[in-house]
């Protein structure tokens, strides 16, 4: 068993495949992201990197025709990639929860939404006590503690059906869903994409704020770079399967190495300018043929001629100090290209 | 010298291939479809079983060994055999050359009732759809009146009301399955009347029933067609169950319900008139419903990429 | 809108549909070709007695006459009487009801509970045995005649093995006590065991029967229904929860995935009601399909209106009832 890169979470060598009518898609490339306890990591990138993908294997929610391939997700000192059902779910909606980018979709829409969160209480507490009698009443109250710290109004909230909340409403039930347990990580993927921008901003407060009181980490999924940047202590930026750049946030922005990086960053409209936009040459790559040897090397300025049949590792980058744990994935900075 | 005829050959044969390039997206949908026919087993063997029904339908009188009426008493109720492999009915008559001329039956059965039935429902369905308003209340409600009879048993009372032929039947059961037709083709009119280009066709001042006849019409066919398709066999089992129960074919019509009632007296010990007429019936229904399976799972668009 | 002005509106659309129905059945059985006053006194009665009987039968008076004189009496409940019977049609239609409604409520629970769990265990075990077996056994249900596949079981248990009856709700030597007319019903109110347990002999293969059909359909719709359900994403949101797989399927994917198969059931109830004029004539069931059937091959029009009548009256009533229980049951239906 190699060193744990982080206390919290390290997955290594994440592959998954997606089988379907089409061929098969390769979706994850060996995706290699670490962080640890209280930390706030960002996944960036463009829609299809495979961002979505990655946090749903945490929790292995990944089902047919996906499958993941090969692979290490540790979690505190487990390979979650090797755990049965039952010990997946002891730790589902409990030390690790979850929440998701269209929040009235992922509610049930037969159910009140009050009873939807105790149901996750009344699971939790079920395997932390095992043969205690359950005290519903205690379920509602931690309920409605909840539903008032991500600001909702109880009496009113606790009895409505999903398709009655307006979509900023509904992202807090899910977060006072997934708090409940007071998790030791948060997965959140694309918790605001949906949502009008100043929505976003409340809910991205909301988070913070109740994050920061239970000291849970967070690994948060998102296509906007701004918002990690704001959110995030650490980013990892994916493209086409793979894990090309992670670092601290300062130490990204200031000094972006993977070529890919640079293009996105330089992408970013800025305020007071009237240059041109500077976007990325050609097209994300089909995944069911992928580009061989480095997946971004059709579309690299500074490609070399090797990158079309080695693929590069994340490696520590040399030049930084330690403390930014900035690793790109690229042979530029790679000697032994 | 030679250019006029080499431009021609070439304008020609470039006319032809805009033509097609015209028509790509159409042909590339045509030729997913079939990809996906292939690939899917039911629909192929459902669309194998049609095809081998339809052709002994096609070639009944030459693949019946034996005519479907001659009766020859002496043999009556004779067991199957190699001779006759579905054995003699009561009166002596080979059943097996009886269920193939029943294909015939079976198969203007179903030509007649698809055409009635199309034809009256397109025009109830596109009128009532395209004019709206108290037109399409009247022709709802009078489709309702239809529907709130179990189908069966209206098709029965109109066959009865008309004294029980086979011609009466297939009329009957027309009666009845129009209704199905008529709702699809009310809603493509429906869609296709707050379409803007119908306005802008009126306003050049096509008539109303241009409009329906060339414009709605072929709009609603494809709909149409695939509905058909997946109720054949119901149409089937309920023309099989009015010649059961003796409203529709009359004797000695080999129309395998009729045969199948036939064979009740006898079961005990002639099982045969009775089997294999019902076995007939049963896989002719199960083609058109594996069809039919499979055409629904083509369409649906989350498994069509 | 509001559940109570739905059902109003739905109340009042259903009394126009009957009366047209009532007009639609007047026209219809004064369209037989065949004389009914010939049919019941012979050919060769006596033009005095076919004048008076015509009087008697009230087909002298004019169309118009008639149809008021039809719509008056069906508005008092009062239907004429059988010219087979000669009781009144309403006498009969009660007499043989109860046998039907027997048949269809014993063949609508075998259908739901076989069907639901045929269709989901299907979808939660895709592609596996029991899922092959029932789309198997689905496909024959909605293809194989239901008259021939009833003779054919005949054949097997009744003239080759023995166990089950051919036909009739209970044995002719035994002469149960009529309470309700259902006889499983009754039976157990009069405390007659041996009544209780023949009748259920004899319903066994009518209700496979009339029910497989519909079995096949509810198993077909709650497959679709479960796997539209299962990709959702409020399951995966009941999976990150940690939720037992049982519970998640059971608790979350069942509830949703059941609101399609209702609008199912009640066209399957109507699918009954055709099924049974079948199955009853198969097994010689005592019930409303065989009147109908025999009111029809004989052409006794008092019987074959008032039959008809009602069923399309149950039919609408149940139609009806399942519309309300859908939208009472889907809580978007009701904003």
Not at chain 2, 100 to 120: A, K, N
Not at chain 3, 160 to 170: A, D, E, I
Request: charged share 15%; hydrophobic share 50%.
């Amino acid at each position: 068993m190699e060193q744990q890169r982080g206390d919290l979470l390290d997955i290594s060598g994440l592959r998954v495949v997606f089988n379907t009518y089409a061929g098969q898609v390769k979706a994850l490339n060996g995706v290699e992201l670490w962080m640890n306890h209280g930390e706030r990591l960002g996944v960036v990138g463009e829609t299809g990197c495979g961002k979505s993908v990655t946090a749903l294997s945490v929790m292995r929610l990944i089902e047919e025709p996906g499958e993941i391939t090969s692979g290490a997700l540790w979690f505190e000192g487990r390979n979650l990639a090797q755990l049965s059902e039952n010990d997946l779910n002891s730790i589902r909606g409990k030390d690790i929860a979850m929440i998701f980018q269209e929040p009235v979709a992922a509610l049930n829409p037969v159910m009140k939404v009050g009873a939807q969160i105790v149901e996750n209480i009344e699971c939790q507490r079920r395997s932390a006590d095992a043969g205690q009698i359950p005290d519903k009443r205690a379920f509602s109250e931690i309920m409605r503690d909840m539903l008032g710290r991500v600001g909702l109004d109880w009496q009113r909230t606790e009895n409505l059906y999903p398709h009655e909340l307006s979509g900023g409403m509904a992202q807090r039930v899910m977060i006072a869903m997934a708090l409940s347990s007071k998790p030791k990580l948060l997965i959140a993927d694309e918790p605001t994409s949906a949502l009008d921008v100043t929505i976003q901003a409340q809910i991205l407060n909301l988070l913070n704020k109740l994050v920061r009181e239970t000291q849970t980490a967070v690994l948060l999924i998102t296509h906007a770079m701004g918002v990690a940047a704001q959110f995030c202590d650490f980013i990892a930026v994916m493209y086409a399967g793979n894990v090309v750049e992670y670092g601290s946030v300062q130490s990204i922005f200031r000094n972006p190495l993977h070529p890919y990086t640079k293009g996105l960053l330089n992408a970013v409209p800025k305020i007071g300018g009237t240059d041109e936009l500077q976007s990325i040459p050609g097209i994300v790559p089909d995944l069911i043929d992928p580009p061989s040897g480095c997946r971004f090397h059709p579309r690299c300025p500074y490609r070399k001629p090797d990158c079309d049949t080695l693929e590069p590792t994340l490696r520590a980058a040399k030049t930084e100090p330690a403390a930014d744990r900035h690793h790109v994935a690229c042979f530029l900075y790679q000697n032994d290209a | 010298m030679r250019k006029p005829s080499s431009d021609k050959k070439i304008s020609g044969q470039s006319a032809f291939r805009e033509f097609l390039r015209e028509r790509k997206p159409m042909l590339d949908d045509v030729r997913h479809t079939v990809y996906l026919w292939k690939k899917t087993p039911l629909a192929l063997v459902g669309t194998v079983i049609i095809c081998l029904f339809l052709l002994v339908a096609l070639f009944a009188p030459l693949l019946a060994p034996y005519s479907p009426i001659a009766t020859d008493l002496s043999r009556k109720l004779e067991a199957p055999s190699a001779a006759h492999p579905f054995g003699l009915d009561q009166f002596g008559r080979d059943v097996l050359s009886r269920v193939i001329m029943g294909t015939r039956i079976e198969v203007s059965i179903i030509v007649i009732i698809s055409v009635i039935s199309i034809v009256i429902g397109l025009i109830v369905g596109i009128v009532a759809g395209y004019f709206g308003g108290i037109i399409d209340e009247i022709l709802m409600r009078i489709t309702d009146i239809f529907l709130a009879f179990p189908r069966l048993v209206l098709a029965m009372a109109f066959a009865a009301a008309l004294r029980p032929t086979l011609t009466n039947a297939i009329i009957a059961i027309s009666l009845v399955e129009w209704t199905v037709y008529a709702r699809l083709a009310r809603a493509e009119a429906m869609k296709i009347r707050s379409q803007p280009y119908i306005e802008a066709i009126r306003a050049v001042g096509a008539s109303n029933i241009k409009i329906m006849v060339f414009h709605v019409l072929p709009m609603s066919i494809s709909p149409i067609i695939v509905q058909l398709t997946m109720r054949m066999g119901t149409i089937i089992l309920t023309a099989a169950s009015l010649g059961f129960l003796g409203l529709g074919a009359q004797p000695p019509l080999p129309e395998w319900g009729a045969i199948v009632s036939d064979g009740r007296s006898y079961l005990m010990n002639n099982w045969w008139i009775t089997a294999f007429p019902g076995m007939a019936i049963a896989v002719t229904v199960l083609g058109f419903n594996l069809l039919g399976d499979g055409i629904r799972d083509i369409l649906d668009p989350r498994i069509r990429r | 809108m509001e559940l109570s002005s739905f059902i109003l509106k739905r109340l009042i659309l259903m009394v126009v549909v009957i009366f047209g129905v009532l007009i639609i059945v007047f026209v219809v059985t004064r369209i037989i070709p065949a004389d009914p006053v010939g049919a019941i006194l012979g050919g060769n009665a006596p033009p005095a007695a076919v004048d008076a009987m015509r009087h008697q039968l009230g087909l002298d008076k004019p169309i118009f006459m008639q149809l008021l004189d039809y719509l008056g009496g069906v508005l008092r409940g009062n239907f004429g009487n059988s010219l087979v019977s000669s009781r009144s049609v309403i006498t009969d239609i009660l007499e043989y009801l109860p046998a039907t409604i027997e048949l269809a409520i014993s063949s609508i629970i075998f259908a739901v509970l076989l069907g639901t769990t045929l269709g989901l265990l299907s979808a939660v075990f895709r592609n596996r045995f029991i899922d092959h077996f029932s789309r198997i056994f689905s496909i024959l249900g909605i293809s194989l005649p239901g008259f021939w596949l009833g003779l054919i079981l005949i054949l097997f248990f009744y003239y080759r093995l023995g166990w089950l009856p051919s036909g009739g709700q209970y044995d002719m030597f035994l002469s149960p006590t009529r309470v309700t007319g259902l006889v499983l019903l009754d039976s157990v109110i009069t405390g007659e065991w041996n009544v209780f347990f023949n009748a259920i002999k004899h319903l066994i293969l009518p209700t496979f029967i009339l029910g497989y059909s519909s079995t096949a359909s509810i198993a077909r719709i709650m497959r679709a229904s479960m796997l539209d359900v299962l990709h959702q994403n409020y399951i995966r949101t009941a999976r990150a929860k940690g939720l037992p797989k049982k519970t998640v399927i059971l608790r979350h994917a069942l509830r949703n995935a059941l609101i399609p198969v209702v609008t199912i059931i009640g066209l399957e109830f109507g699918g009954l009601l055709s099924g049974a004029v079948l199955t009853e004539t198969i097994f010689s069931w005592p019930g409303l399909g065989r009147y109908i059937v025999n009111s029809l091959l004989t052409l006794d029009y008092p019987a074959i209106s008032g039959g008809t009548i009602f069923i399309a009256l149950i039919y609408s009533v149940v139609n009806l009832v399942v519309d309300i229980l859908y939208a009472a049951l889907d809580p978007r239906m009701r904003a």
